[in-house]
Structures are given as structure tokens and as C-alpha cells.
């Protein structure tokens, strides 16, 4: 793949040339704009299906790993950028131009969707391209003065500019440069104007279905029986790639619509049954709609905006359109590249996937699924305080059979088995494994004594699942791997707050993709270590771990973090001391991280009060507060056009509501079940073992463990360069 980077811009036109030659010398290459967008990615793969090199154009660093594969050249930049376009259109056989803005000023729409069409056919003129397609839009017809049932034909006017609004305003002079370059250059041209494209990679609801508040609510306009003018992202694909070997299509227009089609109440009923039945509607007489038109003008007068409903957008949204596509029928043939019917069942299926959300397999409603019968016998090795935890659970889990005990410490043992009723009890857990040998192992023991322990057990048959921090170190996680490969048994790690409650929702608001784009991700970790735990420097065995104190309680701050932002590295760290606990250096570490999408920061803090644990995830379409302690996810974003301080109360309200409902959950919880403060240890236990006896893949891997242990080696190595990352003293009063 070649990649040009925006600051790259200058020598991408110099050089470009020989390395694009070497890959297009028996293969003729396309030049795409917008190649990452929705249409655009249909259009690259239906390229690389009929045997194209494609050169793409797009707003990101990177392509997604099959198309990367495929060999497409990725340009990273914008179609702003003239000189970008003539070095790209330079290397081309065809040109297709699918970039275009949706929002903005007037400036941005002149810019990304006409001065870039005008450089890009400049360019084609200058250099002989065999084929220049721009992908247009209904919108470019006169529907301010459309009767009832209109039926809208290429050789139509255009709107009148008092009534295009900016987008289309923009399509329409794009278009007349390309008939200009047409008629006065002979350029092979070809437009397309699609209507409400759909498909996978859409969203819920196509345009002109409603007035959208969200990913997954709409206001439905009027009368729900119109129907909508649609176009299946492929078959605009397959026109559009068809066209460039199509001599009759030159100079042509083509309407791009379906012959069937949905009304908007069909198109809603589709969403329930196939995708979504929580999928919310607002149904609002046009009337009401008509009326609130003033209101909505007065929301938006101080911000300078223009609302956004007017009387084109009651009529789009009120009216069956139709945009014939005989004349499309009779150049390129009558049968659609994918059917309706069809395009549905794609179109549904990859919504589905698409909102599926991570680790939720062997999950129904938050509950653990084991289709099993099957009972395992089970070992707990390490009698301390989270030992309870484990055997508390255990003893819930219907797979789950007989209980076995080991630890050193003679009182810690007895008193384990007394509370839980647990017969057999050993001093020397390689006693328990050889004389018992269970099915799978707890390792509940400090850090320093997991990989050892963990190594006897698989090398026995055991699987084994450990405790966080997996180990001491990468090194020793590594030992850990190799062993459980050569012996084919599981190693999982507890993890345990990647199947909270809250994350399992979260996990769903990002899979729905309420958020957009993920871009800054913070976890915050907080144990008020120094006044809940007695603490003796001398004796505390964590002050012997690479990463000291802090090692036995990042984990947790670390993979919710990454969960979110995988394969991160570790930028820098920042260290202070609050001076509030006898014997520590410094009780508060702020760790920056960083992966190819987005940025993050972990707070692990010692001293702060009162305690708190959470996450806040920012993403470009939305952000949410996942609250541990609390348990409650708490999701902002801007519904819909409404001004950003109406936004911001709801938002609040929104928040103050879910608090209080949280809070009079947990109250009752904790009284009735005290293993709701460990949910995800006991949904991460019973997966395991689901995992065990399926053969499917653990909850919690120990590559993932491995990736914490990485990362951390690389915060303590850092932590251990003072002159790097000197600490803040902060002297008490």
C-alpha cells in the first residue's frame, strides 16, 4: 500500500509518479474521492472486484486491513488541496468523484463540492482520462414547486437557487461545470444522481425519512404512507464502476432508484423486525410540524443558524417522489446488480453484526449461557480475602462441582473452608493438584507467585485462571502462554470489570455507534489505599512488584481503558505525592497513552476521597461516563439539530435521572445480593468455564493479559527515570 500522509502532500506530488507507474503498468487505475465514505467504500470494492488498482482519496491515516491487503493506495488529505488532486488525477485512467460535504457554511460547501470538481476536471482535461464520473444527487431537481405525486426525469430544470438549500445549491454548479467541460473540452463524462442511498454502512434511517433526533429515533412526518425514493448503496456501485467501459453512457445523466421501494412506515416496521425493535419514532402531524417551524426559528436565531425544517423539508418529507430510472434501464439494462429483496437481507445483516456488541458471546440479557450438563472440579489456590469472592460464586455456578482448597497459611485455610463447608483443604497445592486433579485451578495468590504456581498446574492438565496482574512481569506471561499452549489447556485472566453490568451496556451504545469515532478515552482508578488497608511498607508484599503498589490496582484502570483503545503504547507518565501515606515515594500516577485513532489517560490515585472508578469515553457523535461504583452509564449527545444549550440541559436532566435510579438500585441490591459487587467476576467465572467445556475461546485471554503486563513494564521503566518524569512534591499543611 502507499500512503501519503498530509504533511506529505509536496513530496506525494513529486514523487508519486514512478511508484504508482510500477503498480498501474497492466492495470488501469481509478482515482476516487471519498473513498472512505459510504458510498465510497462500496465503490472501492466493486473496483477491486472487476479488477482495478484503486488510488482513494480520504480523510484517515489508514485503511482497514482487507482492502490494505487488496492493495489500494490510500492519498490521506482532502479534496481541498489542489495540488493533491493533479498528482493523483496524473497517474489515473479514470476519475470518479464521490467526496462531498454535508454540512457546513456556504464557503465549505463551495470548496469540498465545487472548486474540487473544478480542479479535478481540469486535471482530466490536461491529462486525456478515459472516463470522468461524478456522482451527483436528487436533490438537484425543482421540489419547491412539486405537485403531489411528482415523477422527476433527467431532462428537468434545476431548483431555483431561492430555494436550493446549500448542498444541493452545490450539486447543481458542480454539474454545470461538468456539462461545461463536456460541451467545450469533449471530456467523457458521466453523472449520477442517486436518491436515498441505503445499505451496508448507512445509517437506520435513509434521507427523507424523517427529521432525526439520534442514531436510533427519527420525527416521522405527516402522513407515514409515502413512500421513499431509494438506492441500494451496490447498485450505485455497479453503475457507476459499469459506466467507466460504457461508451452510450457518455455524457449522460442517469436517476439511480430502485424499482421497488418502502413507504417510511414499511421502512420503520423493516428497522423493528430485522434490526432493532427498540427502534424509537416520533409520529407528528405535518400541521404540528408547520407550527413548530417558528418555534425553531427562534431556538436557532441566536446562534445565527437557519433552523432545520422548512417548507422544502415538510414537502421531502411528506411526499412520495419519484425519480424515474427508465432511461438508466435502457442504457444499462433492466436488471438490478443486487435485488431488492436482497439488498434488504444485506442491508439488515450487517446492521445486526454492526451492533453486536464485544464479549458478549455466551451472554443472553447479561446472563451466562452454558448448554452444558457437564461438572468441573475446581481448585483454589490462595485462602485470602478474594478467595470468598471466587468460592461465594462458584458455589452458584450449576457447572461447577467439587471444591478444593490450598494455601500455605494454615488460619487462612481453615477459616475459608469452615465459612463455605469445603472438606478438602491442602498446605502444598501441588499436594491438592496431584492427589485430586481438578479440572481448572483459581490462582488467588499475590503476583509474585502466579507464573510458578500456574506452570505446575497446566503442566498437570489443569486450565488455570489467574488473578490480576497476571504475573510479575511480560516475561513471566509469556512462560505462562507457551506452557498452556504445549499442554492444550486455558489460561484466562480475571479481569473481571470488562463484564460489569455497565460495560456490557456500554460495549452496546459504542456497537450501535451513538459515539461516532472514538477519540480521547480516560480512566480514572482511585483505592484510598492509605486509610481503608492497614499498611506496613515493610510487610506489604506489593512494594516488591516492578511497579510497586500501583501494580497490584493499574490493571484495573488499564483494560477498561484499553478495551476501548486497543493496541496502545504508553507515551509518558506524571507522578505526585500528596503526602498523605507514611512510607510511598509518591501516591498519584497519571499515565498518558496512545494508539493510531486516539488518545488516553489513566489515573491511578492512592490518596483521593472520596474514592471513585470510572471511564469517560469522547467520541465524535457522543460521549458517556461509565460509573462503576455507582453502576450507571451515563450517554450525552446533541439530539439532533436542537441549539447546544437546550442540548446541554437535557442532557443534564438526562444524567440526574439515571444517578437516581442507580443509586435506589444499589441500595436494594446490596442489602438482597452481595455478589452484585462482584457481577463481572461471576459472569467472567461461569464464561470460562463455558469456555472450558465448549472449547471456545477464554472470556479474557492471556494475550490479553500479556498486552497489560507489556504495557505496564513499559509505565514502570518509565516510572524509574526520574530525570524523565520528575515527581511533584506537595507538602501537607
Known sequence: MILFAPQEYESCCAMSSEKMKLISRNTPTVFLTGGAGFVGRALVQRLLAEGYHVTALARRTKLPAHLEQAGVSLISGDVRDDACLAAAVAEADYVIHAAATFGGSWEDFYATNVHSTQVLLEESRKHKVKRFVFISSASVYPHANMNSKPVFTEDMPYEDDAHAAFYAKSKIAAEKLVWRYVKEHALPCVIFRPGAIYGPGSSLFPATTGLGLGEEKTILIGNSRTKLPLSYVENVADAVVRSLQMENAVGECFNLTEDETLTRKEWIKFLRARINPNVSVIAVPRWVMSFAKFTL????KPGGKKPPLSDLHLKLYCTSINYSNDKFKRVFGAQPYVSFQESLERTAKWQREKRMPKRSHGLVAGNVVI?????????????????????????GIKNAGEILLADPKETALNDTATRFGIAKKFLDYREMIEKEKPDVVHILTPPQFHAPVARFAMQKGCHVLVEKPMAVDAAQAREMMSVAKEHGVKLGVVHNHLYDGVMLEARAIVARGLLGNISFVESWYGTQFGSV??????????????????????????????????????????MSNSGNIAGLEHDELKVFLQNEQCVGMISLSLSTSPRYQYVNVFGTKGSMKIDFLNKAVLLDQEIGPLPRMLNRSLNGFKSGKAMRRAAWRNLFAMFKNQRYLF???????????????????????????????????????KMKAPEEFPVMERKSA
Open 533 to 574: 488497608l492497614p499498611f506496613d511498607p515493610k510487610n506489604y508484599w506489593g512494594m516488591n512488584l516492578p511497579g510497586s503498589v500501583y501494580q497490584d490496582f493499574m490493571p484495573h484502570a488499564l483494560y477498561v481503558l484499553t478495551d476501548f483503545m486497543p493496541k496502545s503504547h504508553v507515551k509518558e507518565i506524571a
Open 297 to 300: 426559528k427562534q431556538l436557532f
Open 371 to 395: 448448554p452444558s450438563e457437564k461438572k468441573l472440579r475446581v481448585g483454589i489456590i490462595g485462602c485470602g480475602n478474594i478467595s470468598a469472592v471466587h468460592v461465594d460464586i462458584i458455589k
Open 679 to 717: 457481577e463481572g467476576t461471576e459472569r467472567l467465572i461461569g464464561l470460562f468455564y463455558r469456555s472450558i467445556l465448549l472449547n471456545e475461546t477464554e472470556p479474557v485471554s492471556a494475550a490479553e493479559g500479556l498486552e497489560s503486563m507489556k504495557l505496564m513494564d513499559d509505565m514502570w521503566a
